[in-house]
Structure formats: structure tokens, C-alpha cells
């Protein structure tokens, strides 16, 4: 930005054409003083102070006015650097606003693709899920069984407790596996890929509010 520009160009014009109108009435009282000192010195008739008078009245109108002429300008210096550092501050708000619409931006992004994985995920665990239902509906009935054979084998004391489910941490977060896929933050998953990539969204999701709320 160039701080030689200005707004109040008629003003400083009108103004700078007043200071020069103040200079001349300055000069003019002046020769007026040196006028009388001189015709007093010669006559004797009229005292210097008396005749030295209007010319000093002058020089003091003359030098009121050069001062207010100043003062104005001052003002009119104030109303520009005023103005510039209001356009500086329009600046700066429009860039803080289109950054945040970025960011408002990408966080709908990744939310969208959050929220795609998720359905596809879904869409991919159901059918397994249907297909499984109807593959055990469609087994024979076993014959019932007495005694200790009657007893489930997840129920028995001898059977074995460190294969039933296994836990994955990735990213401070657990992904257990169960029989019907990867469940993550109560959500289930087909595969242990789609199951870390809603953990990946997650943690996206979260530093982009946070840089959301830092450029706030």
C-alpha cells in the first residue's frame, strides 16, 4: 500500500493554498514593521511602537492562521493513516475468512469420507453376516448329546480362552475381533484395513477442529 495516497485531496488543496495565503500575511506585516521603524526614525514625530503596530497585528493574524492551517492537516494526516490501517485490517479479516472456509471445507471432506467408509464397510459386513446365518440354518441338527458332551466347548473348564478374540491397538485406539468382523468404538468393521482407516478419519477429523479452533 502507498501511504502517499490519499482521500481528502480537496482538503489538503484548499489547505495547502491557506497556508500560503498565511505566509504572505506574515511577510506583509513584516515590511510593515520595517516600514514604520524606518519612517519613525526619520520623522521623530510618532513613536516606533506606535507606528510598528498594524505590522505587528498583522504578523500575528499571519501566524494564528498558519497554525490552524497546520492543525487541520494534522487532522486530515490522522483521517488517512486512520483509513489505511482500517484497509490493512479489511485485509487481513478477508484472508482469516477464506481460511476458514478451507478449513470448514476440509473438515466436511474428511467427515464425508468418514462417512462413506463406514457404509461400505456396512454394506460389506452384512451380506457376511446374512451369509452366515443362512449357512448355520441350513446345517443339520446334531443329535442331542448327554453327560459332559451336552456342555458347549466355550463352557468347559479345559477349553482354551486365548483364541476367542484378539485385540490390535493402532493410534491409542483397540480393534477386537469378533466373530462377526474388527469392532472399533462400537462400530464393526469386515476387515482390519476398513477398520484402521475409520480410526485414521477419526484422528483427521479431530486435528483439523483443532486447527480450526486455533485459527478462530
Known amino acids: 500500500m502507498n501511504l502517499k495516497t490519499t482521500n ?19 511577510a506583509f506585516g513584516i515590511l510593515l514593521v520595517l516600514g514604520a521603524g524606518a519612517g519613525a526614525s526619520q520623522a521623530f514625530a ?74 461400505a ?20 441338527e ?3 448329546a448327554t453327560g459332559e458332551a451336552a456342555i458347549p466347548s466355550f463352557m468347559r473348564s479345559d477349553a482354551g480362552t486365548t483364541s476367542a478374540n484378539k485385540i490390535t491397538n493402532y493410534r491409542g485406539a483397540q480393534i477386537e475381533r469378533t466373530i462377526h468382523g474388527y469392532s472399533v468404538r462400537n462400530r464393526t468393521f469386515a476387515t482390519l484395513e476398513l477398520a484402521k482407516n475409520a480410526v485414521d478419519a477419526k484422528h483427521l477429523q479431530a486435528s483439523l477442529e483443532d486447527s480450526l479452533g486455533s485459527a478462530r
Not at 486530515?76 to 479489511?90: E, I, K
Not at 487481513?92 to 472456509?101: D, G, K
Request: proline fraction near 5%.
Open 8 to 26: 481528502y485531496g480537496a482538503a489538503r488543496g484548499i489547505l495547502g493554498l491557506f497556508e500560503k495565503v498565511s505566509w504572505v500575511v506574515i
Open 46 to 119: 510618532m513613536p516606533f511602537v506606535l507606528a510598528a503596530l498594524p505590522g505587528l497585528f498583522i504578523c500575528l493574524v499571519g501566524f494564528v492562521c498558519l497554525v490552524l492551517v497546520q492543525m487541520v492537516k494534522a487532522n486530515v494526516d490522522t483521517a488517512d493513516y486512520t483509513y489505511q490501517v482500517l484497509s490493512v485490517a479489511r485485509d487481513q479479516l478477508e484472508v482469516s475468512r477464506q481460511a476458514l472456509q478451507k478449513s470448514e471445507q476440509a473438515i466436511t471432506y474428511a467427515a464425508r469420507q468418514a462417512t462413506s467408509t463406514t457404509a
Open 121 to 140: 464397510a456396512s454394506a460389506q459386513a452384512e451380506p457376511a453376516e446374512a451369509n452366515q446365518q443362512a449357512s448355520y440354518a441350513a446345517r443339520p
Open 142 to 144: 446334531p443329535p442331542q
